[in-house]
């Protein structure tokens, strides 16, 4: 084994057999990260990551059988493939989790890897590995090639020579639901909504977020007193997605995920997502929502360029050890697994708040901190605070009805205040610096657009030396934060543009431009 020790695989009757044992190996070589389980009497649980994989051990029947369940679930995918009708290919979906638990296993984890958005591989199948017809159940195992290139395990050229080597050694079940897989495919003419329709439970929930609305006349009259106000954060958007487990994971509104290795937080997270559950095992995971902050050295709050920027790392896991230790969350609202699949929460937002809120009161916690808050009567009394907010070097406020659901898209009952007007744009191209200028040879401005199409502004504020010394093609469809002070219309041009505006960020946390209809909304 990889800590030096020998190891025998066997089943209860005492018999060795080759699959589990090759299974292994095959898994050291792919450089999975495995842990035994416990033994059921028909298989062994191995943890590879977050991913379950059971592998055969037991009496040569047993073995057979799971085996089959392999052969049945190709042969029933080829039978969809097969069959011209829609609704017939549904019906036929419908049937396949039919099954013993292995059946059902093999289903879930092969569903998933082909139709879970959030799993990709880095590798597309190639045409040019032939299919070799070998005995079914000889190595290697296609779950544990396939969940090594989702967790990165292998990459680049490893990738390619496992992949040929699994090709040429494996059986033909094996590698047609292989190249399923790599083909993030049934190819069958059913798709990852078909797949929630027919399959229910398979795919997790689509993970959304609750979006604000900007503050204007008419949106400000959708609000009724008393309402919460909260302080608006200046910082990178995340949900905190809590298993019933254990297992804490965390998402970007534009779906990215990552990893926070820090123990602490992780189970300060657990133990709210216990309060908020109220012992309910059918209601996880547990998304938690709020900002990530990444604070200095001494503990202290950064300004949001140094903060997002720092927080960019996780996603492209480039974070050292240090930065996860000095990570913070600000904490506002939380919601289940059904009120997620559902789009709408089942406790409005005082219900929500006040569970939070009651956990923070009773629990000593470092990681995570409560939304600074309190309930206004007018707006008027909302403006001042948020004015008082402001000043003190704040972003603004978030101004929300306290009998509102929670929705997973902009919702009418929670409006953001901010001091000075922001948009995000797409950088559609760049303009070169001015050749006898100090920018000469380098990026002069940013060539920005709305997602309409509708706005075009040219950004040459707030580059840094960093920024103007970056190829063109990094700037190229980056969502970037832009300030301004007003929108302009030349009386020559039906394009809107905005008067001295500079960049703030790049959002490397988002992946959509706002529509001039939005930003005018501000």
Known sequence: ???????????????????????????????????????????????????????????????????????NIVEQIKMIAATPGKNDKLELLKELNDGGKFHQEVVYQLVNFCYNPEISFGIKYDAQWDFNQIPAGQAPNWYVLANALALRDLTGGAALRECENFFRDADYDSQ???????????????????MRKCLPGILAPKI??????????????????PARLELKIDAMRVNAIVQRNGDVGFITYNGT???INNEQLKNEFRSLAEEISFGDSTIWPIYVDGEMLVLDENGNVQDRKTSNGLANRFLKKTAPPKLHDRVKIIVWDAIDAVD??????????????????????????????????????????????VAIWIKQGEEGGVLKNTDAKWEGKRSKNCIKFKSEKEAELIV??????????????????????SACGKLVVNVGGGLSDEDIRQ?????????????????????????????????????HDKNEADTLETIKLQ
């Open 257 to 259: 995920h990552f990893e």
């Open 176 to 194: 047609y639901i292989m190249k399923l897989v790599l083909s993030k495919s049934f190819n069958a003419g059913v798709d990852e909504k078909s």
């Open 1 to 71: 084994a990889v800590n030096g020790q020998s190891l025998s695989l066997s089943s209860s009757t005492g018999q060795h057999h080759s699959n589990p044992l090759c299974i292994c190996f095959q898994a050291i070589a792919c450089r999975c990260k495995i842990r035994a389980g416990s033994w059921d009497g028909s298989s062994t649980p191995l943890i590879t990551d977050s991913l379950w994989v059971r592998i055969p051990d037991g009496p040569p029947n047993q073995l057979k059988g799971n085996i089959m369940s392999v052969k």
């Open 340 to 385: 997620m699949e559902d789009g709408i929460s089942f406790d409005n937002n005082y219900q929500r708040f006040e569970i939070i809120r009651c956990w923070f009161n009773d629990s000593d916690t470092s990681k995570l901190e409560l939304v600074p808050n309190l309930i206004v009567n007018s707006l008027e009394e909302a403006d001042s605070q």
């Open 208 to 225: 959304s977020m609750m979006k604000c609305e900007p503050a204007n006349a008419k949106s400000l009259a959708k609000i009724t007193y």
């Open 471 to 507: 190829p063109a093609e990094y700037w190229i469809k980056k969502i970037v934060t832009i300030r301004y002070n007003e929108l302009i219309t030349r009386k020559d041009s039906a394009i809107t543009s905005m008067f001295l505006p500079r960049l703030i960020e790049v959002r």
């Open 428 to 449: 559609t191209g760049v303009e070169m610096g001015d050749p006898n200028g100090k920018r000469a040879g380098l990026i002069g401005a940013l060539i920005c657009e």
